[in-house]
Nanobody, 125 residues
Framework: QVQLQESGPGLVKPSQTLSLTCTVS??????????WSWIRQPPGKGQEWIGT???????YYSPSLKSRTSISRDTSKNQFTLQLSSVTPEDTAVYYC?????????????????WGRGTQVTVSS
């Protein structure tokens, strides 16, 4: 059974960098052909795809967030990390990590087979 767990600070100040880690158990993040994604849901809004790191380490980002987003991985720890820079209150959301059977560029839930529980991140001074 694959499990994903998000971790990181729940409160970030405006203009700072949001950093979250997803720890994966029960499966390797380097196994072909899985994609490992970050998705968020702001209050009262739908889910938004942020970006994906594929099993080979190639990264893909949402065009609207690309200039502020970086996704990396630590294969020795079986973790992947999201960094979102220059945050504003509009970045307040529940952030999820998720696995898809192949690399996808969407927040559609049916494209993913495993999800973390999500972590609330609030951007406020």
């Amino acid at each position: 059974q694959v499990q994903l767990q998000e971790s990181g600070p729940g409160l970030v100040k405006p203009s700072q960098t949001l950093s979250l880690t997803c720890t994966v158990s029960g499966g390797s993040i380097t196994t072909a052909y899985y994609g490992w994604s970050w998705i968020r849901q702001p209050p009262g809004k739908g889910q938004e795809w942020i970006g994906t790191i594929g099993y080979s380490g190639i990264t893909y980002y949402s065009p609207s967030l690309k200039s502020r987003t970086s996704i990396s991985r630590d294969t020795s720890k079986n973790q992947f990390t999201l960094q979102l820079s220059s945050v504003t209150p509009e970045d307040t959301a529940v952030y999820y990590c998720a696995r898809s059977p192949r690399v996808v560029f969407t927040a559609r839930r049916d494209m993913y087979d495993y999800w973390g529980r999500g972590t609330q991140v609030t951007v406020s001074s």
